[in-house]
């Protein structure tokens, strides 16, 4: 696989300076324009606060990015020409040359091969509602596969979330409630699934990814950060405007990844914005919590960019 580091990625690996890994689906396809790159900025300067070091990963020219500039991260959240890239389909985007977007399960193949162990997202995929359990995202299957630190708040308000954890469990994918003894479900910090463990600091966590990597598991460690209870939305409003959009996507016969997006810009029209703050909340709380894990890591001496 063909890498290159952006200079500021490079100076931290020789320096010993922790870095966070972001995904770049999220600024290109799930946020409109300009929210999605005021957002990018945001998130960045989040874990820059935390004394870590922001590497957004994409695909383009035929080699693996880590860590994009700001005028090219501008460029790619302005343009949108980017192609939503899961784990799958690494290989054809760089074969062909195009620019792709990563996904959860990209991003952490991608962590997995450039040794970055700590990633931050909004919410995971995972099993889809009124699929029969048939309709499962790649997030899976890659958190089964990679060992990363993943930070999110937990799975996307869209999807099955009894049916995604239960597969999680049967994956071996350790998840941990951070300050939370539930999972959290994206926009609700609060849900009816309780965790098997909850950690409330992040050199606890930091502890029990080692300990977990000492053993030689291969699987991701899931942190369950929720929402900042400022911008949560109330869990019973986001399950009836989650079937009102569903009922759309089916009239407009949208399918696959396309399902997502298309939800997500529902939600945000729907909820006059709310949505939203929400997702750039979150997702601003957990680079913040991923660059504390990162630095835990570091000064035990085990850098995140080994």
């Not at 931290?12 to 999220?26: D, F, K, M, N, Q």
């Not at 941990?176 to 992040?202: A, K, Q």
Request: aromatic content about 4%; charged content about 20%.
């Amino acid at each position: 696989m063909k890498m290159r580091m952006s200079a500021e990625v490079v100076r931290a690996r020789e320096t010993g300076r922790p870095v966070v890994a972001l995904e770049s689906s999220i600024w290109c396809q799930g946020l409109p324009w300009p929210q999605n790159l005021e957002g990018a900025r945001r998130v960045a300067q989040a874990v820059v606060s935390e004394g870590a070091v922001p590497a957004v990963l994409a695909v383009s020219d035929g080699e693996v990015r880590v860590g994009l500039e700001d005028d090219e991260l501008a460029a790619w959240c302005e343009s949108r020409d980017a192609v939503k890239m899961g784990m799958r389909d690494i290989g054809w985007v760089l074969a062909r040359g195009i620019r792709g977007a990563t996904t959860v399960s990209a991003s952490v193949a991608i962590c997995a091969a450039a040794g970055i162990e700590v990633f931050v997202t909004g919410g995971i995929g995972g099993v889809h509602l009124d699929t029969g359990g048939h309709d499962v995202s790649t997030d899976l299957a890659a958190l089964a596969e990679h060992p990363v630190c993943v930070v999110s708040s937990g799975a996307k308000s869209v999807l099955d979330v009894d049916a995604t954890l239960e597969r999680l469990e049967s994956l071996g994918v350790c998840v941990i409630g951070y300050g939370t003894d539930c999972f959290p479900v994206f926009y609700s910090p609060t849900s009816r699934w309780p965790v098997s463990v909850r950690l409330d600091d992040p050199a606890e966590v930091a502890a029990a990814w080692r300990a977990a990597r000492a053993t030689g598991l291969r699987q991701s460690m899931l942190v369950a950060h929720p929402v900042p209870e400022a911008d949560a939305i109330d869990a019973a409003l986001i399950d009836r405007w989650v079937s009102e959009a569903l009922a759309e996507a089916a009239l407009a016969q949208v399918k696959g990844k396309d399902v997502t997006p298309f939800l997500l810009g529902w939600l945000h029209r729907h909820s006059e914005g709310a949505t939203l703050r929400a997702n750039l909340s979150l997702v601003e709380a957990n680079a913040r919590l991923g660059a504390r894990i990162a630095g835990a890591l570091t000064a035990a001496g085990r850098s995140p960019s080994r």
